[in-house]
Every structure is written in structure tokens, then in C-alpha cells.
């Protein structure tokens, strides 16, 4: 398979992905609404115990926002600390075995993979005990089965850690379709005995997410075997033939008396990338640790930032995630570690130029778009989300720098898949270095900023935390390229039309708030929503012209995505 179809393979890879998140997120909407609805019900009595010398207008209101801020507190912990361990057991051995060749020996790479499971048993057990023993425990009676809870979203990532070999050779053979299925279908599964545990359990608290959690990771892995087990079962099957195993067996550990166990280079350069995955993980999660550990918000505030946070990010998690996991694999195989772009394929280096510079562009304007606009709607976006609670405190402020940051955001994270692409094991080594001096700097920011500011210190950080990594991917993807005709940072300059077009957006929505927005009734919100439409077609209508490359490349892309899946 050539680079050109490794391109489209990940376009394909990067759209499925797209629409994944989209379903996910409508789901999550639909299943928090029909919670709201159902739970605050049986909270009340939890609120009067709780909340005793509160002054309650409205117990039904009063009950939503203890289950927005008191419930999803100790939710949000669980969620910590299954992402915490599926991140440290599994994600260097994703990135250290999404590349090489097809020469590989497939045996010894599936026998690594497998050292994810013990390694997620052990921080599992470890940071279970962390979460029960080091940090505040709910009283029983207000948040019930948190140790329960605890235990099983361990469980949870240790299972979802026994699909490991599956996911990893089902992406890197790009099969599409199957991740689509298998987490479509496990999404929502887990939402249907959400909302079942909920209407007829809700006594249960935390333990209906739990188990929720546990079945979605038991689907998810038994899809995966399903698929496989079915595809190898199968002579007449024309991807059985293109894949490395003959028999569902062949994914099991084993052990060969000719070759050694594992691969000794992809373990070497997964050693590395383990050591750069503890320090991602913080600069990644590092406010929510601060806010874990060391209380620096209080309650409320912790509650406002946690909606301003999954706002902010909900455009980062629906475009920018996809495309760089989906990305990532097109540069780890068609570029080859430890060689510069003068030394490798030039036909090669010509197409991950192409892509890199063309992914640039579109998270450039991407973030621009959400900069330019989210300042003159973010007021308007949290009263509808939540209404005066949100709106009328320091939530505006606080989802207007997140703007800023997930601008910051988008560029980072496409220029760290290029980087981590194509890195060479000396250069992670040496990078790790320089994380481990930026995740210290950001912890001691992230508390000395938050003491100063409140919850703005922690976006404030994070600015500073991916200015600095967008600066160092950056450097080497400038000395990657140095020598050869290519340009991909070419994708980060704008025409002068288009800038005035952001910046003419900005102020004319702007003006339109200050008059239409938000206290004025829904007439002239409605205004104001119009005004932005405008804006927003008159600049995209701008980029459409003046971005001519960018435009051919998303239109190839397109048409060999819609080929592909004809072809399939």
C-alpha cells in the first residue's frame, strides 16, 4: 500500500472518528438530561441532609445542582482515575507499535502488547489504593458505593487494557468499520443500562456508572475478539490474507525458542515513550490532579470550571482527537524513525509534507473560528447550558481565555503527532527531558496562578504549558524538513484578506452582545445569533476562496474516502 493510500485510509480513519464523537456526545447529552430528570427525584432527601442551612427556593432546582456539582464531583474522580490508568498502561505501546514496517515480527510485537495488562493491574491496585486511602472519602450516605466504585473503574481498565493486541492490529491493517461497530455499539449499550439502572435503581449512586463503565469495556474487547475470531474463521475472507496471524490463537502471548520474546527496539522505544506518557499525562490532566489533591478551588468553583472545561473542549474532543490518533498512524508508517525527510522516500516525504501542511491550516482556522467567535458567545452558550447559575459569575470569563486555549490546542496537536511520528528514540529521550521540566513548571503555575486568580490561573497554565510544547514540535519539524524543498509550516501563515475577515468577525460580534445580549429577552438573541451566522458565512466564505490548497486537499480526501468505502 502506497503512502497516497495510507492517506486516505487515514482520512477515512479520521472522519469515522469524527462521526464516533458526534454520536458520543449526543448520546452523553441525551443520557445527562434524562438523569437530571429522573435522579433529582430521589436526591431530595440528600439535598435537605446535605444542605441544611441552605436557602432553597426550589428543592427541585436546589436537587440539580447538588447532582450537577456534588454527584459528578466524585463521578468526575472516577472517570480520573480509569483515564489515569488506561493512559499509563497502554499509551507508549500504542505509539511504539503503530510504527515499523510490515517486515516486523508480528509474534513479538503481540507479545508486547500484552504487558499492558499486568502493568494496568498494578496501577490499578496502586491507584485504587491512592483514591481510598489518600484522598477524602464521601460520606456513605450522601454518595453511596464510592468503594465499589473505585474498585470497578479499576476493573474497567484492566479489562478494556485485554483488547489491546486486537485494537492495535485492527489499526494498524485500518479497519475502519470495526472501530465504528465496536464502539458504537458499546457506547450505546452502556447508555441503555445507564438510563435502565437510573429509572429503576437510582439508590445505587456511583454504582450504576460503574457498572455501566465495566459493561461498556467488556463490549468494546468482546467485539473486537468477535471480529477477529469471525474474519479468521473464515477462508474465503479477503482480510484474513492481508493479515500477519492465521488463527485467533496467534494472538495469544507465546513463546518462540529462535527469537527472543519481545522485540528489543520496540521495547526500547517504548521504555521511552513510557516516560514520556507519565509527564504527558500530566501536563494533559494536571489541573484536575491539582484540583483532586490539593483543594485549591472550593466546591462551586470546581463545579463551574468542570462545565466551562467540558464546553470548551468539546470541539477539541469532536475534531482535533480523531484527527491526530487517525494521523498519527499515517506518519508512523510512511515515515521511517531516525531518518530526516532528505534521507527517506521522497515520494513519501512528499505526501506527510502535503498532509502536515494541510492539517496545519485546518486547525489554524479551526481555532481561529473558535477564538474570533467564542468571545462574543460564550455568555450566551452557558445560559442556555445552565442558565444564570453559569452566565452570570466568572463562567463567561472563563470559557472566553478557553477559546484562547483550545486555539493553542488545535496547533498542538497536530504538530506533536507529526513530532511523535517521526521522532527517533534519542530524540524522545532528550524530549522527555524537556516535559519533565515543563510538567514541574506547570504543577507549581497551576497552584500559584489558581491561589492568585481562582479557576482562570488553571487555563492560564495550560496557554503556557502548550505554548511551550507548540514551540518545541515546532523547532523540530523546522530542523526535520531543513534540507529539502518542502515547507510544511507554510500552513501556518493566513492571507491579509482573510486575518481582516477573523478580525472584522470579531469586533462586529462583539458590538452585536454589548446590544443584543443576553439580558434583552430572546428576540434579540435570536438577533445576535443571526449576526454571527452572517459573520461566520462571510468568513468561511473568505477562507473558501482564498484557501485553494486547503480546500483540494479536503476535496481528495473526500473522494477517496467515498471510493473506499464503495470499494468495501
Known sequence: MGSQEFLGQAA?????????????????????????????????????????????????????????????????????????????????????????????????????????????????????????????????????????????????????????????????????????????????????????????????????????????????????????????????????????????????????????????????????????????????????????????????????YDIVNNLGSLVARLIFQPIEESFYIFFAKVLEREKNATLQKQDDVAVAAVALESLLKLALLTGLTITAFGFAYSQLALDIYGGAMLSSGSGPALLRSYCVYVFLLAINGVTECFTFAAMSKEEVDRYSFTMLALSSSFLVLSYLLTRWCGSMGFILANCFNMGIRITQSLCFIHRYYQGSSHQPLAGLRLSPVLLGAFALSGGITGVSEVFLCCEQGWPARLAHVAVGAFCLGVTLGTAFLTETKLVHFLRTQLSMSRHANKMT
Open 12 to 304: 477515512r480513519l479520521a472522519s469515522s472518528g469524527l462521526l464516533l464523537q458526534v454520536l458520543f456526545r449526543l448520546i452523553t447529552f441525551v443520557l445527562n438530561a434524562f438523569i437530571l430528570r429522573f435522579l433529582s427525584k430521589e436526591i431530595v432527601g440528600i439535598v435537605n441532609v446535605s444542605l441544611p442551612n441552605a436557602r432553597i427556593t426550589s428543592v427541585r432546582h436546589c436537587a440539580q445542582l447538588f447532582l450537577l456539582f456534588f454527584f459528578s464531583f466524585f463521578f468526575f474522580r472516577l472517570t480520573l482515575l480509569y483515564s489515569t490508568t488506561i493512559f499509563l498502561a497502554r499509551e507508549a505501546f500504542r505509539r511504539a507499535c503503530l510504527s515499523g514496517g510490515a517486515q516486523r515480527n508480528w509474534t513479538q510485537t503481540l507479545n508486547l502488547l500484552w504487558l499492558t495488562v499486568p502493568l494496568g493491574v498494578f496501577w490499578s491496585l496502586f491507584l485504587g489504593w491512592v483514591w481510598l486511602q489518600l484522598l477524602e472519602v464521601p460520606d456513605p450516605n450522601v454518595v453511596p458505593y464510592y468503594g465499589p466504585g473505585v474498585v470497578l473503574f479499576g476493573l474497567s481498565a484492566v479489562v478494556e487494557l485485554l483488547g489491546e493486541p486486537f485494537w492495535v492490529l485492527a489499526q494498524v491493517h485500518m479497519f475502519v468499520k470495526l472501530k465504528v461497530i465496536a464502539e458504537s455499539l458499546s457506547v450505546i449499550l452502556k447508555s441503555v443500562l445507564t438510563a435502565f439502572l437510573v429509572l429503576w435503581l437510582p439508590h445505587w449512586g456511583l454504582y450504576i456508572f460503574s457498572l455501566a463503565q465495566l459493561f461498556y469495556t467488556s463490549v468494546l474487547v468482546l467485539c473486537y475478539v468477535v471480529y477477529f475470531t469471525k474474519v479468521l474463521s473464515s477462508p474465503e475472507s479477503t482480510k484474513q490474507r492481508t493479515l500477519p496471524i492465521s488463527r485467533i490463537t496467534d494472538l495469544l502471548p507465546s513463546i518462540t525458542r529462535s527469537r527472543s520474546f519481545v522485540n528489543w527496539k520496540e521495547a526500547k522505544l517504548t521504555w521511552s515513550f513510557f516516560k514520556q506518557s507519565f509527564l504527558k499525562q500530566i501536563l494533559t490532566e494536571g489541573e484536575r490532579y491539582v484540583m483532586t489533591f490539593l483543594n485549591v478551588l472550593n466546591f462551586g468553583d470546581q463545579g463551574v
